[in-house]
């Protein structure tokens, strides 16, 4: 267990639907990460935040827009699905931003669009 | 920009065989190099990290060698077994000092009694 919370575990919805995906860092991480994990593209950075503030994007595309609350826990929010945005969808926290602070990847949730 | 080649699978051996999964990169600097492990049903774990040319990462019997002039970090293990069947992620941290990783494409390893 990597202390990183990740809810749901699996999302299916609809085209066109917009879902909402939440990470809880662990105890005492400062910095939140999004990947995107699908067969096509692998797994991808789409962004990072530090303290509440966006430090980082990736590939993330328009439609996909994340947020770091007071509390650290972040929210992914996708909208306007598309088949191709069925994917895992992992977060990451780590203490800091330094390459030593290592990251630890929640379980991921599995979205589905039908 | 920044990337990260690495050996396509899936590759099946044998317990107790060598281990050898290649994984080569292209950076403008010199970035930190990792090897994940991604257990089915799991997110990734940390194996390994090098944090600059000649570094050896070693963790649970697994190695890696960060080689400047060869642009390399191949991760090695002497005798696999079975527990060790998983995803492998080769990755390197970015150089902007945000710590984000990039990813290849992943190896599936599978180890057969």
């Known amino acids: 267990d990597s202390g990183v919370t990740q809810t749901p575990k699996h999302l299916i919805t609809a085209t066109g639907q917009r879902v909402t995906l939440r990470c809880s860092p662990r105890?005492?991480?400062?910095?939140v990460y999004w990947y995107q994990q699908s067969l096509d593209q692998g797994l991808q950075f789409l962004i990072q935040?530090?303290?509440?503030?966006?430090?980082a994007k990736g590939n993330i595309l328009e439609r996909f827009s994340a947020q770091q609350f007071p509390d650290l826990h972040s929210e992914l929010n996708l909208s306007s699905l598309e088949l191709g945005d069925s994917a895992l969808y992992f977060c990451a926290s780590s203490v800091g931003v330094a390459v030593y602070n290592e990251q630890f990847f929640g379980p991921g949730t599995r979205l589905t669009v039908l | 920009g920044d990337s990260v080649t690495q050996m396509e699978g899936p590759v099946t051996l044998s317990e107790e065989a060598f281990l050898t999964i290649n994984c080569t990169y292209t950076?403008?600097?010199?970035?930190?190099l990792f090897w994940y492990v991604q257990y089915p049903g799991e997110g990734l774990q940390l194996l390994l990290k090098?944090?600059?040319?000649?570094d050896k990462g070693s963790n649970k019997g697994f190695e890696a060698t960060y080689r400047k002039e060869t642009t390399s970090f191949h991760l090695e293990k002497g005798s696999v077994q079975v527990s060790d069947s998983a995803v492998y992620f080769c990755?390197?941290?970015?150089?902007?000092?945000?710590?984000?990783?990039?990813f290849g494409t992943g190896t599936r390893l599978t180890v057969i009694p």
């Open positions: 935040y530090y303290n509440g503030e966006e430090r």
């Open positions: 090098a944090t600059k040319a000649d």
């Open positions: 950076a403008t600097g010199y970035p930190s």
């Open positions: 105890s005492g991480d400062l910095s």
């Open positions: 990755a390197l941290s970015d150089q902007t000092g945000a710590n984000n990783l990039f």
